[in-house]
């Protein structure tokens, strides 16, 4: 069973549109639900509905050499997707143009020392060893020509909780992976109140299921079991079709 967290006040919000009912019995206990059964059926499918549409992304990167296969675990249990993957930084340091002796020797021996000779270096000086820095930009064009003809294959396999990834090129893996949390307090703030509504949503259907079944509870419930759950049902419309037009941040497949 997941541990949910959730504080006092707010799981006094999800109860309190059938709190007389949870709570009508004469010896004082609670008459359908306790708190942790109230997690269950009512703020548990709530966060796991809102976190399917508003998933937590967290980044991640790392190396790949040219030519190689790697394999990246899903990092937790809470973790059950990706949201983004890509090669960034191909060909990394490839492109540096090369200030060595040679640049030295050549921007000594051909006159780019004096102002105004060769090509301008930076700042409008003429200091640029034997145009490297025009050279750099070619080079650089060059490689990224290459780069984008490179071969960048990603598997993400779900079943066994990996991303495998190709690259052709030198490079870092860029992810964000995809997770949920049954910790209240991770849902945004902006949609508080709508976790909350839908949560109570499930709590009141649940709890119109259950009046309509339980024949004699030992306490006199004036409520219409029917109403109930479909008041319940409408809040989950409600918000279900509220998230709806807000676009989704689309889980990536293999």
């Known amino acids: 069973m997941a541990t949910i967290t959730i504080s006092e006040e707010d799981l006094q919000q999800v109860t309190l549109a059938v709190g007389s009912i ?61 949201t983004d993957i890509s090669i960034v930084n191909r060909a990394n340091g490839a492109t540096n143009s090369g200030f060595n002796f040679w640049n030295v020797y050549n921007f000594q021996n ?27 930009h070619l080079l650089r064009s060059e490689m990224d020509t290459l780069a984008n003809e490179g071969t960048y294959r990603y598997n993400i396999n779900h ?18 992976w995809a997770k949920f949390s049954y910790d ?28 309509s079944i339980i024949p004699e509870t030992g306490a006199t419930i004036d409520i219409d079991a029917g109403v109930l759950k479909e008041t319940g049902q409408e809040y989950i419309d409600e918000i279900t079709e509220k998230w709806a037009s807000v676009p989704s941040f689309n889980i990536l497949r293999s």
Do not use: C, W
Not at 56 to 76: G, L, M, N
């Open 159 to 176: 079943s066994e909780r990996k991303v495998t990834v190709y690259s052709s090129f030198l490079g870092n893996i860029y992810l964000k």
């Open 22 to 82: 949870l709570t009508n019995n004469n010896d004082g206990k609670p008459l359908l639900y306790t708190d942790l059964e109230i997690k269950t059926v009512a703020i548990q499918p709530a966060l796991e509905y809102y976190f399917t549409k508003f998933p937590i992304k967290i980044s991640y990167e790392q190396e790949i050499i040219s030519d190689t296969s790697v394999d990246i675990p899903y990092p937790d249990q809470t973790t059950y997707g990706v």
């Open 110 to 136: 051909l006159g780019y020392g004096s102002t105004g000779n060769g090509l301008a270096g930076g700042y409008g000086s003429g200091y640029n060893l034997n145009g490297s820095k025009h050279l750099r």
């Open 184 to 211: 209240f307090n991770q849902v945004n703030f902006a949609r508080k109140k709508d976790v909350i509504k839908l949560a109570k949503g499930f709590l009141m259907k649940e709890t119109g299921i259950m009046l």
